[in-house]
């Protein structure tokens, strides 16, 4: 490594260690007031919650009282989302196996969830995977734009035209500070020749993808009282995290947040519903700026653009 990566390196941590840590977490909920997770009668859908934070998200909206459907690709690790809980907040977890890496998979699941007819009272687009080492689906997309993006856009898209969104729902898109590094931009979205592959540029591409698209329906949902909410949970200690970052992993273990506390800002967005804003992004129960370097200001596509890309992703062959 040269001096001037070494010197990027230390002022990368030294910038963001204090705030994206379990540091910042533990002193910015000082000043907070307590907000009790009641959340009885409703209705959620949790991605990616087998694990890390979508588990935590989806075990505490149980326990307060919610009915959550709960959808990750491992069965065998959803039956164990219900451990330690009591009998009642167990009852209320609905396990539903789905890879959301394939467009097919998704289908299916948009067609299970229509078939019982509940609207929902809260969608959490947690699902999300950094691949290091490329991936191709037999579908013929690179899997981590599908889990990261297209499949948040199609489960959405869908609950929204088969009417499952309840109105005054709360929708909630699991960013990530990585998104901070680019632009929003088409190209690198969905990239199929390994050569090309950087799966941290890669992650960070879709992640701000997601923050367009929560404007995107912001703007299309308003109407039904709908709220949606980007946001990011800030550096967190997870099993993804340790296979895919195993470098950060090693520095940064000790002062990695725990998945409880990555969930609190989706979870407190759900039981306060602040008022809903375009070209912010939440992190720890407040609206913080959607770029902090200024060579990401500058937008390479739109935002309908990028809508336009994901449908015609969508279209039968």
């Known amino acids: 490594m040269t001096l001037a990566q070494l ?11 204090p705030s994206f840590s379990r540091v910042g977490f533990q002193a910015r909920r000082l000043g907070w007031r307590h907000v009790p997770w009641r ?3 409703q209705h959620w859908l949790v991605t990616g919650a087998s694990a890390g934070i979508g588990r935590a998200i989806a075990r505490a909206a149980a326990a307060g009282g919610a009915e959550v459907t709960v959808v990750a690709r491992a069965s065998r690790h959803l039956e164990q989302i219900a451990d330690g809980l009591d009998d ?17 998979e998704t289908r299916q699941l948009l067609e299970r969830v229509a078939s019982r007819g509940q609207p929902f009272d809260a ?13 191709l689906t037999v579908e013929g997309h690179e899997a981590s734009f599908v889990v990261n993006l297209l499949s948040h856009f199609q489960l959405t898209e869908g609950l929204v035209a088969a009417d499952l969104l309840a109105e005054g729902a709360t929708m909630v898109n699991m960013s990530s500070g990585g998104m901070y590094s680019v632009p929003l931009g088409l190209e690198g979205l969905d990239v199929t020749d390994p050569a090309r592959h950087v799966g941290k540029l890669a992650y960070a591409r879709h992640k701000r993808a997601q923050v367009a698209l929560t404007e995107d329906w912001q703007q299309r949902l308003a109407s039904r009282g709908i709220a949606v909410y980007a946001m990011h949970p800030g550096w967190v200690r997870t099993e993804g995290v340790r296979q895919s970052l195993p470098v950060f992993w090693r520095l940064q273990r000790p002062i990695l947040r725990s998945p409880i506390e990555g969930a609190d800002t989706a979870l407190w967005l759900c039981a306060t519903r602040p008022e809903s804003r375009p070209d912010v992004i939440w992190f720890d129960r407040r609206p913080r700026t959607v770029h902090l370097f200024q060579q990401t200001r500058r937008a390479q596509c739109t935002g309908a653009e990028l809508r336009a890309l994901l449908e015609r992703e969508l279209k039968p062959v």
């Open 88 to 104: 009642a907040a167990a009852r209320r977890l609905i396990p539903v196996a789905a890879d959301l890496s394939l467009v097919s």
């Open 7 to 17: 010197a990027a390196v230390a002022g990368f941590y030294g910038r963001f260690t």
């Open 123 to 135: 969608l959490i687009n947690n699902a999300g995977v950094l691949l290091n080492d490329h991936q």
């Open 39 to 41: 959340f009885a009668g």
